[in-house]
Each structure stands twice: as C-alpha cells, then as structure tokens.
C-alpha cells in the first residue's frame, strides 16, 4: 500500500540558510499534520492542513511557513535556520472525512544544521 | 490542556518475558482518541493501534495487547514473548477532534524499550 513520502530524507545546512521539505499524502488523504522530534524528544505538533486549509497550529516558529497545494502535497519552508532547527521533522496524513482514521507517518526528513 | 505521561523512560527485559508499558492521560474532553506508535532504532512511527473514548474494550493482536480503563485514565500496552525485534521506542498519544475533524497528537514522552536474547 501506498505510504507518506517525504524529501528528501537527509538535509545539511548552515545557519541562516533555508530549507523545504516536501510531503507527499497518502492518495485520499485529506488531512496533512507536521510534527518537529528533537534529539531524544517526543514528536512535537507543528503545524496542519485540511482540504488545503490551515486546520491548526502549534509550536511552529515564525521563521518557518507552511502550505498544501492543489493536488494535496504539502511543504515546511524554514528560513533563518539555527542549530537548534536540528531535528527529524515528520509528516503525517489522515483520511478526516472519517474521524477514526489514524495519522499515518512519513520516514522524515532529518535537518542538521552545521 | 491535554496531557500523556509515560512513567517508564527505560526498560529492559529478556527474550521471552512479557512487558508491560504503562500511560497515562489527562483531558477534559468526552470525546478522544489514543494510539500507539512505535519508533525502532530506524527511526520511522509505526502506527499500531488507535482506540476512541467510548470504546473500552480491550484489544489483543498476535503477541501485542492493550488495556483501556476510562476510570483511571490508562490506556496500557503489554507485549507477551517479547522479542529483540521489539526493541524500540514506544510512543502513547491522544487526539482531540476539532472543529469535527482529527486533531493534533500529542504525544508522551516515550519508553525506550531493550529486548536482549
């Protein structure tokens, strides 16, 4: 079965630099959520979509934006990046329509910031 | 505010042995959801159950169970015959909809889980 993609799986930057990770939903998913896991730490709730909308909001910086485009994939653009961005950032979808559907995740993306 | 609590940051146990890894949640809510996720050293989320609020009837499959008492705001996961491909992070979480739809998880803070032969 067709899973989450997300790219690219590795990602090296320095500080002050940007970076875009992309996601990629399970086909009929709906629902896009973005989740920050730190060194260590549980996966952190950032920032999420539904229908292409911006359903909800956590502890997402300012320097980071986030969308959904027309055909449901959606990307985390980060600017000013600082070391402590370093993190393996996870998407995950949901089929919403359903409410007892479960948030399927992605592999990640891992960011080190130098 | 909502709130998991996984007490347990490490445990090691045998090939064989059955564990036990415990949660604990805090909502006001009526209506919620919890899973189980499990992350190996890999570092992918592997999702493995999700249960609703009103739904606590236990749920066992193959080697994994899971007990789910609304009275004391439990929802514990026990893995019978452990074995090393066990070993990995165990995540508890809980979901509140909003606005009718899912909603964010919120995760514990994890139970590091060591299966050695």
């Known amino acids: 079965a067709a899973g989450v993609i997300q790219s690219p799986r590795h990602l090296i930057k320095e500080k002050r630099e940007t970076a875009t990770l992309k996601c990629y939903p399970i086909p009929r998913h709906d629902t896009v959520y973005w989740y920050q896991q730190g060194p260590g730490q549980d996966p952190q709730f950032l920032i999420s979509?539904?229908?292409?909308?911006?359903?909800d909001k956590g502890s997402i910086p300012d320097r980071f934006s986030a969308q959904q485009f027309s055909d449901y994939h959606s990307e985390l653009n980060m600017s000013s990046l600082e070391l402590g961005d370093s993190a393996l950032y996870f998407c995950?979808?949901?089929?919403?329509?359903?409410?007892?559907?479960?948030?399927?995740f992605g592999d990640g993306t891992r960011l080190s910031i130098l | 505010a909502q709130k998991v609590t996984q007490a347990q940051t490490e445990i090691s146990v045998v090939e064989k042995e059955d564990v036990t890894l415990d949660c604990v949640y805090e909502t006001r809510d009526t209506t919620y959801y919890l899973f189980w996720y499990k992350q190996p050293p890999s570092g992918e989320l592997v999702f493995l159950i999700r249960?609703?609020?009103?739904?606590?009837q236990n749920e066992i499959s193959g080697r994994y169970s899971w007990n789910f008492q609304k009275s004391t705001s439990s929802f514990n996961f026990t893995i019978t015959a452990s074995q090393v491909v066990d070993s990995a992070v165990y995540f508890c979480?809980?979901?509140?909809?909003?606005?009718?739809?899912?909603?964010?998880?919120?995760f514990g803070q994890g139970t590091e889980l060591s299966v050695k032969p």
């Open positions: 249960r609703n609020s009103f739904d606590e």
């Open positions: 979480a809980l979901s509140v909809p909003i606005y009718n739809q899912g909603g964010k998880l919120i």
């Open positions: 995950a979808s949901s089929a919403n329509r359903a409410l007892n559907q479960p948030q399927h």
């Open positions: 979509f539904y229908e292409k909308m911006q359903s």
